[in-house]
């Protein structure tokens, strides 16, 4: 058994764990820990874990996403180490924080503020055939298929522009923002366009007066957040190098809250905002199950695992819901989920991503759906979508591209046999999630 010392925290909605470095000793795979303790309901729950070391003048920070990737920088996590540090040196009015690639210094505010001091940040190198990243093209640069372009036009795309603040950002300035759902979707598809080999965080901003932003990011490997720091950073920074803004102090807003932007007389950006301490703990496991296989040998997996899953939608488009039973080592687990707008392939898409996404080492899983939708899509349809770079036999892009690639990941981290039981057939099972899903979609 290890005990790992640990501070909760959060900024904006952004919430982390803080590890200090000299407990990572018998982690054998820092990612695996990072998905166990980052899990909403089998660990102790956040949107990303932060390794640090610090003496009195100097932290040095490894920063880890919910699915165990390291990312370069986090804007809310920093100024959470900046007011841990406070906590404990009280008469600290600055300190410098080393990360992966770069060097930031932190100033402590008022209360609980902290002000982190971005430097110049600049337009990201890109592929040869991109010649401005501050304004690029979605045919030419981004090469967007017909209707993620247009849809975007119709958002009043004004520019789309890419720079580092330390990790990559593609910000779009649109007229009108998007619902969380859209925001959602074209992050998940934007984020791993092939113009980005790393990935990138989709930012969809708003200039709301003179002086302010309206705010949404989808981040790499966590979706649609609450607040993002270097994603304010960079959306403040690209409008005004773009020159749709000249002030040198901006408000960005997000769903979590509001940061201030300003430019200094040096040329660097600061980001000022709060943060809060949550609580400190102690979490507890067995260091021999630390460290993941992810071997598919049916001899190293944990004990099989049942799934049943359906989906369910009013209108198809319309509100719509999900619901997967999970029966594994003796218990049974509902997860069930709902969506104002949707259609009920991707209903019956979330359900078993849900279900094969709850489980963090892998499993040998037996799943159960009642639509051949599912099934062929992801043991037939999505060989040829692969190899055709997501166009179906029709010529067409394939739907709902952003779900298929979710559970394709999900499928290959475990051991999947795929079953298809006909549907209100008097299956006991499939009806229970019929029922469930069909209670969803009433919400």
């Known amino acids: 058994m290890k005990i790992i010392n640990f501070d909760k925290m959060q900024a904006l909605g952004n919430d982390f764990v803080m590890i200090a470095k000299t407990q990572m000793t018998g982690l054998e795979d820092i990612g695996d820990f990072c998905r166990k303790i980052s899990h909403r309901t089998l660990g102790i729950g956040c949107d990303l874990v932060t390794f640090y070391s610090n003496d009195t003048s100097v932290i040095d920070a490894s920063f880890f996403n919910a699915d165990g990737s390291e990312t370069e920088i986090c804007g809310n996590a920093t100024r959470c180490l900046g007011l841990l540090a406070k906590m404990r040196q009280l008469d600290m009015k600055s300190i410098l924080l080393k990360t992966k690639n770069s060097s930031y210094v932190l100033h402590m505010k008022k209360d609980n503020d902290v002000s982190i001091n971005f430097g110049k940040p600049t337009a990201l190198t890109l592929a040869a055939h991109v010649s401005d990243p501050m304004n690029l093209s979605l045919s030419e640069d981004l090469r967007l298929d017909n209707g993620l372009h247009d849809e975007l036009r119709r958002l009043g795309l004004r520019r789309a522009s890419c720079l580092s603040v330390g990790n990559p950002h ?139 899953t359906d989906g369910a939608c009013s209108g198809n488009p319309g509100p719509g819901g999900w619901a997967a039973l999970i029966m594994y080592d003796g218990q049974e687990q509902e997860l069930c989920g709902s969506d104002d707008n949707t259609t009920n392939n991707r209903m019956e898409m979330m359900a078993a991503i849900a279900a094969l996404e709850l489980f963090l080492s892998p499993r040998s899983i037996a799943l159960h759906t009642d639509s051949t939708y599912v099934k062929n899509g992801i043991t037939k349809w999505i060989h040829g979508w692969l190899k055709n770079n997501w166009v179906n036999s029709e010529h067409e892009p394939v739907k709902n591209k952003d779900l298929w690639q979710r559970l394709l990941k999900a499928t290959k981290f475990h051991k999947v046999s795929w079953n298809w039981v006909h549907g209100h057939s008097g299956n006991k099972f499939n009806e229970r999630v019929d029922k469930l899903a069909k209670k969803q979609c009433r919400r």
Not at 210 to 231: H, K, P, Q, W
């Open 170 to 308: 593609l910000v779009l300035l649109l007229e009108h923002m998007p619902s969380l759902d859209q925001a959602q979707r074209i992050g998940s598809i934007l984020e791993s366009n092939p113009l980005f080999p790393n990935k990138v965080n989709v930012s969809f901003g708003k200039i709301i007066s003179e002086n302010a932003i309206a705010l949404l990011v989808f981040e790499r490997a966590d979706g649609l957040t609450y607040a993002c720091g270097s994603g304010a950073m960079a959306t403040a920074v690209a409008i005004h190098k773009n020159n749709f803004l000249s002030s040198n102090a901006i408000v960005v807003t997000q769903r979590g809250g509001s940061l201030l932007m300003q430019l200094d007389k040096n040329g660097d950006w600061l980001q000022t905002g709060s943060a809060t301490h949550v609580f400190s703990g102690q979490y507890r496991f067995a260091t021999e199950n630390v460290s993941t296989n992810t071997s598919t040998d049916a001899s190293t997996e944990n004990s099989a695992v049942i799934v049943y």
